[in-house]
Each structure stands twice: as C-alpha cells, then as structure tokens.
C-alpha cells in the first residue's frame, strides 16, 4: 500500500528557530500534499494544500511566510516553521495523494513539535 | 454550522459489542466519505471509504453512507479494547479536492 515517511518523528527547538520537517511517499508519486495542524484534543485543521510544482495555497488565518512549504518533486514535500514561537507547538502531519483515480488520502506519521 | 460534524463522545461500549459512529455533513455535492482510527499521540490511519449510498464492509467494519440524509456512519462488530481509539470522519468534493473532517468520535471498548 501506499506509504508517506515523515520525518523527525519529534523535535524540540528554542524559541526564534526554525525547523523544517519532511515528508515523502515512498511508492507512489503524491501530485497532491496537504499539511495539517492538530492541538491537543481537537481534530485536524488543514494548513496548506500544495501541488507540485506550483505554490501552495494556505487556508485563511495560516501565515504563508511562517509556514514555508516547498513540494519540489512528485515524492518530496517539506514544511518549514520559521522564527518558531511556543504557540507554534502542535502535531504537525502530512497527507499525500496520488494521481487522479488514487483516491486515498495516506498521512504521514506526524511530527511533534515542541517549542521552549 | 460545522460542515462535518461527528458527536464527541466517549461512546463507551462493552467488549463484544457492535460500536455505532456516526457523522452528518452539509454539503449536499460531497462525492467521497472516509473513517480514520486515531490513537493517541498518532497520526490517522485509514479504515474504509466509501462514495456510493448503501453498506460497504470490510471485516468487522461496515461504512453506511446515506446521501438524501448526508449522514455516513461506522458500525464496528465484536469491539475490541484495541479499537479504543478516536474515529475521524472525512469528506470530499471531488478527487482533487481537500478532506474535511469532522471533530472526531472517542470510542472506549471496555473489556
């Protein structure tokens, strides 16, 4: 089945610092990656849908020069948190989709991030 | 008005027992349904989809979806303590558009 490796798994980073986490769909080309933000004990909040290639689109609210997200091939798409604050510390998780007619939604592992 | 909304929960139900989730939607022109299992800590893990009206099963869990109504629901058969998880209802437009989903349902399967 389809595969999404995110990557790290957790990190801790000092307030003003950026980080960069990383997702890939291991065997199968993701035309399509979505970011999502989950706080503790509530549901998914989509970020930023982002198609290769081309920029992403953030929803309404996500600051696009803070998340910085880069889908610059069919397998790769990465989500940088800059000048990180300790409000920024969330499970941050990847979704990725295939070609047209791949109509599964396969997420990545999450990254926890920490904010001190 | 949320545009999927799932009940909180807990729903706790004994070991053994058939666990009913269920979601209602508000967009009459939604095309596909999912149910993710999320444990705690975890990412979501995909149970079944569904795009047509009427029952799909898969194992012990069977997806109802009802398009006049706009409600889909999970029926999970002889619960197991290991399916104490939240359950997350997600819908789509179309193929090429975003999930949307619900708030998500705590299920506790009490041995």
């Known amino acids: 089945g389809a595969v999404v490796s995110q990557h790290p798994s957790r990190v801790i980073c000092k307030s003003g610092t950026s980080v960069k986490i990383e997702c890939r769909s291991l065997?199968?080309?993701?035309?399509?990656m979505f970011w999502y933000r989950q706080f503790p004990k509530q549901s998914l909040m989509l970020m930023a849908t982002?198609?290769?290639?081309?920029?992403?689109?953030?929803e309404q609210g996500v600051e696009k020069d803070k998340f910085l997200i880069n889908h610059a091939s069919l397998t790769l798409s990465t989500l940088t948190v800059t000048s990180a604050h300790p409000e920024d510390s969330s499970f941050y998780i990847c979704?990725?989709?295939?070609?047209?007619?791949?109509?599964?939604?396969?997420f990545g592992s999450g990254t926890r991030l920490t904010v001190v | 008005q949320k545009e999927v909304e799932q009940n909180s929960g807990p729903l706790s139900v004994p070991e053994g027992a058939i666990a009913s989730l269920n979601c209602t939607y508000s967009?009459?022109?939604?095309?596909?349904f999912f149910w993710y299992r999320q444990y705690s800590g975890k990412s979501p893990e995909l149970i079944m989809f569904?795009?047509?009206?009427g029952d799909k099963e898969d194992g012990r869990f069977t997806a109802q979806l009802n398009k006049a109504s706009q409600y889909v629901s999970l029926l999970i058969r002889d619960s197991q303590p290991s399916d104490s998880a939240t359950y997350l209802c997600?819908?789509?437009?179309?193929?090429?558009?975003?999930?949307?989903f619900g708030g998500g349902t705590r299920l506790m399967v009490k041995p």
């Open positions: 065997d199968f080309q993701a035309t399509t």
């Open positions: 979704s990725a989709r295939g070609r047209a007619g791949a109509y599964g939604y396969t």
């Open positions: 569904i795009y047509s009206n």
């Open positions: 967009d009459r022109g939604s095309q596909s």
């Open positions: 997600a819908v789509n437009l179309d193929a090429g558009n975003m999930l949307t």
């Open positions: 982002s198609n290769e290639g081309s920029k992403a689109t953030y």
